[in-house]
């Protein structure tokens, strides 16, 4: 941050830690859309007669590996980089306040960053500052060269209104695919957003490596939050999937996921996504994180998934397990997106024809 405005926010009493770490991993963050159904896991409940699923041959899709190889050739990107123009790109992490799963990810993508190359920035402020002051900082960030991609960390204080903080990021450096321009752009065909939202994008990415078919398919997308559900569904829509959207009004969620193909559950509500809720084959990708208390984990807790795995493994043809699925793979997303952003900033030109990730938006946009 420049030298004047870390005396800004010191002047006005407001802490402000920014500091250099040589890492990043995860992202996300909290995902809104189902508001309106239990935070904790739901009783066991009966399965419905027609639940008979018996013992499907289920592919545990390994996120963590995905990720390691994702990240293995962004590393030698950003040595490229490094070697071409002498510097290497920056992502600083903005987080206003501490909350247990936040923390956890905010320290998971700085490891990360560190393990490619990529200088990692976290800019924190106490959970009472203003919503003016977080501007500021955003503001800072925008115009310091150093930093090439700028990362919200959800959630945000209630005081704050996210939707200005998002639209005070540079479209050049959303690398997290949130400002309005950007998720506009990826409502209508034809346009190409800066950036795709990562956690959509990794997603993306797990069905491509799977070789899952998208084409003619029906979805099932859970929850519509802007940060997940939205661009998920938008993304498979663009794949010429026949695409659902289950929220907290539909009738019978159940029903509905029922008929899909694909399910993408994005809630954050712990285990609501039983095993008669699935169609026998169907590709679960689950993305919801929650975190319950477990005095035999480390840090007193751990964390689960919208989909009760064990019910799901014995429908499913594949899924992503909580941790280690989808989560991994949206930090290599971020990284990635952070590696663009740098290479369009230096005008820098790197050779990816073998379309080893998805690293560009034309290779999932139609």
Known sequence: MRAESMQRFVQCGTLVRWRRVS????????????????????????APPFFNPG???????????VAQDIKEIIARRVMLLREQVG???????????????????????????????????????????????VLELVSALNADKRVHGILVQL?????????????????????DGLHPINLGRLVLRGLHPTFIPCTPLGIMEILRRSGVQIEKKHAVVI????????????????QNATVTVVHEHTPN?????????????????????????LKKGAVVLDVGTSAVEDAAADGGY???????????????SAIT??????????????????????????????DNSDNSFTTDSHLILR
């Open 55 to 65: 013992r499907a041959a289920c592919s545990k899709i390994d996120g963590r590996a």
């Open 87 to 133: 510097t290497i790109p920056g992502l600083a992490v903005i987080q206003v306040g501490h909350h247990k799963v936040s923390d956890l990810y905010a320290r998971s993508k700085q490891l990360a960053c560190e393990e490619v190359g990529i200088a990692s920035f976290l800019a924190y402020l106490p959970a009472t500052a203003s919503e003016g002051e």
């Open 23 to 46: 890492t990043i991993v995860v992202c996300r963050r909290q995902h809104a859309g189902l508001s309106g159904l239990p935070t904790r896991p739901p009783p066991a409940t009966p």
């Open 253 to 277: 969620p159940a029903e509905a996921t029922r008929k899909a193909d694909i399910v993408v559950s994005a809630t954050g509500v712990a285990q609501l996504v039983r095993g008669h809720w």
């Open 155 to 175: 959630p945000m204080p209630p005081h704050i209104q996210l939707d200005r903080v998002l639209r005070a990021v540079s479209l050049d450096k959303d690398v």
């Open 302 to 316: 751990r964390l689960i998934g919208d989909v009760c795995f064990e019910e799901a493994e014995i429908v499913a």
């Open 321 to 350: 397990p909580v941790p280690g699925g989808v989560g991994p793979v949206t930090v290599a997303m971020v990284l990635s997106n952070t590696l663009q952003s740098a290479l369009r900033f230096f005008g820098v030109v790197i």
């Open 223 to 238: 929850g519509c939050s802007n940060v997940v559900g939205l661009p998920t569904a938008l993304l498979l829509q663009r």
